[in-house]
């Protein structure tokens, strides 16, 4: 499995940005799609995810310090998930990557398998 995040950039607080996230290979039928986050000297956080099954799929989770201004979405035919970021923080500034959870049953925050390169996002005050 292969993932490319694209869509970073910098913006003025309180502007918006929306990344994409580009699938190929074998998923499975089921799995989860997931954003994670690194900033400089701080761990890798999740940010939001989405699951995708044969039943539908499409369940979603947010970590708190996004809630209500990020917003994860796919296309099935596209094989993309995009995560829009609105109203944007300096404390938003990270690293921001997707990967692959095997399983899509529940969207976890650790036991992610296939990890894409990253786009950076940068936030000024």
């Known amino acids: 499995v292969q993932l490319q995040a694209s869509g970073g950039g910098s913006v003025q607080s309180g502007g918006s940005l929306r990344l994409s996230c580009t699938i190929s290979g074998r998923t499975g039928s089921s799995y989860t799609v997931g954003w994670f986050r690194q900033a400089p000297e701080k761990d890798r956080e999740f940010v939001a995810g989405?699951?995708?099954?044969?039943?539908?799929?499409?369940?979603?989770r947010y970590a708190d310090s996004v809630k209500d201004r990020f917003t994860i979405s796919r296309d099935n035919t596209k094989s993309t998930v995009s995560l829009q970021m609105n109203s944007l923080k300096s404390e938003d500034t990270a690293r921001y990557y997707c990967?692959?959870?095997?399983?899509?049953?529940?969207?976890?925050?650790?036991?992610?398998?296939?990890w894409g390169q990253g786009t950076q996002v940068t936030v000024s005050s």
């Open positions: 990967a692959v959870h095997p399983a899509g049953n529940l969207i976890s925050t650790t036991g992610y398998r296939y």
């Open positions: 989405i699951t995708f099954s044969p039943w539908g799929g499409g369940n979603t």
